[in-house]
């Protein structure tokens, strides 16, 4: 930064002081709220980029039943989920190893179904996927989880 960059976010923060300064007890608060938040762990979400419910009905045949959901973590890697009544189908893309992954999809209700991948990472889950789920992919010590969507 130039010292101009620096005389100006110092009249800045000096304005900010007079004008409206911060509550009594606000950066003790904050901390407290976001350790109780666990923010750490929102590197580990798996993040909901598509959702085939927000899209306009596909006029083909076949798949017209089925919920396409796409999710990225932040690692690089995506999973792809296809929901069609009971059968949940996926695959995860872009994992190096996928040796010893396991796809978990929850409901809210306190149901789940667990199932490894095959060699190019595909999945299949027969499940009553309804209602808020979930899907959480567990590799070794590293377990990343979406966001819970309403089925």
């Keep these: 930064m130039t010292t101009g960059d620096n005389r100006l976010l110092d009249d800045l923060r000096d304005m900010w002081r007079l004008v409206d300064p911060p509550p009594p007890g606000l950066t003790a608060t904050m ?42 973590a932040a690692e690089g890697w995506s999973l792809e989920a296809e929901i069609d009544g009971d059968q949940v189908r996926g695959q995860l893309l872009d994992l190096d190893d996928l040796s010893g992954v396991e796809v978990t999809l929850e409901t809210a209700a306190g149901e789940s179904w667990t199932t490894g991948l095959d060699e190019v990472g595909f999945f299949s889950i027969q499940a009553e996927a309804t209602g808020s789920i979930r899907f959480t992919v567990r590799r070794g010590q590293a377990v990343a989880s ?6």
């Design 31 to 72: 901390i407290a709220t976001v350790a109780a938040a666990d923010l750490d762990d929102e590197w580990e979400l798996l993040v909901l980029v598509r959702d085939s419910a927000d899209e306009p009905a596909a006029q083909v045949r076949g798949l017209g039943t089925a919920r396409m959901l796409y999710f990225n």
């Design 146 to 151: 979406s966001r819970w969507v309403e089925i």
